[in-house]
């Protein structure tokens, strides 16, 4: 199986910035697409961010210029630091993965369990 597990949440005031993280980890023989997905009370989960394996990114344009996504394949691991940040900001923020699990085998989409952003005004 395949475990991602986010870090790197918390709180920040206004104009602040946080970098998050995502490593992956358990049965990989290689990740494909990658993305960072955030869900606030009461709204449905949306794309923040999303990389391909060979670093192609497309961004919400809620966050354009103020977001990086980024990977390091040999760790296995994405980030996503995230520059002046404003209380619309604040969500669960989750990572997913399409990870293949062996050569012969087709790709599945995995989740993280998510990591809390809060953004004070």
């Known amino acids: 199986q395949v475990q991602l597990v986010e870090s790197g949440g918390g709180l920040v005031q206004a104009g602040g910035s946080l970098r998050l993280s995502c490593a992956a980890s358990g049965s990989i023989f290689r990740i494909h697409g990658m993305g960072w997905h955030r869900q606030a009370p009461g709204k449905q989960r949306e794309l923040v961010a999303g990389?391909?394996?060979?670093?192609?990114?497309n961004y919400a344009d809620s966050v354009k210029g103020r977001f990086t996504i980024s990977r390091d394949n040999a760790k296995n691991t994405m980030y996503l630091q995230m520059n002046s940040l404003n209380p619309e900001d604040t969500a669960v923020y989750f990572c997913?993965?399409?990870?293949?699990?062996?050569?012969?085998?087709?790709?599945?989409?995995?989740w993280g369990q998510g990591t809390q952003v809060t953004v004070s005004s």
């Open positions: 990389i391909t394996s060979g670093g192609s990114t």
């Open positions: 997913n993965a399409e990870v293949q699990t062996a050569r012969w085998y087709g790709r599945n989409n995995y």
